[in-house]
């Protein structure tokens, strides 16, 4: 796990193992990433992660966790689950309330069930967040974590 305001300092050898795996696709294709958060609060956070990845252009494919608007209730866990299947990673934007977004909940519960790996990326500056319980690894926000993540492919 990452403290608040550590920079880019991360858990060592299990992190390690996570970006080991990433680094093991064959490489045909971008990796897809399932971006999950807080519809409510933190859509500022999911164009910022998109933005900052497509100025450092790493290969990846990103597929919008905000079905919210899209898809009523219930059918969006329908829509979810679909994508997060077709997903090769789940991240985790982390806001002040995210533990608490019920779509967040349902979201990494899915992701879990396909056995797809999770990691939270820190979206908070001010390091008020609480992690998403059962959401994977807690990686700082910095460019040397999204190249590792996004590029290791």
Not at 51 to 56: A, H, P, S
Request: charged share 25%; glycine share 12%; net charge positive.
């Amino acid at each position: 796990m990452v403290a608040p305001g550590v920079g880019g300092a991360i858990a060592g050898a299990a992190a390690s193992k996570f970006f080991s795996w990433l680094a093991e696709s064959d490489g045909t294709r971008p990796p897809r990433v399932f971006v999950s958060f807080d519809f409510d609060n933190d859509q500022q956070l999911k164009h910022l992660l998109i933005g900052q990845t497509k100025r450092q252009n790493l290969p990846f494919s990103v597929v919008d966790g905000s079905l919210k608007e899209a898809a009523p209730e219930p059918r969006w866990k329908e829509a979810a689950l679909r994508e997060i299947r077709r997903c090769d990673v789940v991240v985790v934007l982390l806001g002040r309330y995210t533990h608490k977004a019920p779509g967040v909940l349902a979201e990494v519960a899915m992701a879990r069930a396909e056995g797809k790996p999770i990691v939270q990326l820190i979206g908070s500056r001010a390091g008020a967040y609480t992690r998403v319980r059962g959401g994977g690894r807690i990686l700082a926000w910095t460019q040397d974590n999204l190249s590792r993540l996004f590029g290791g492919f």
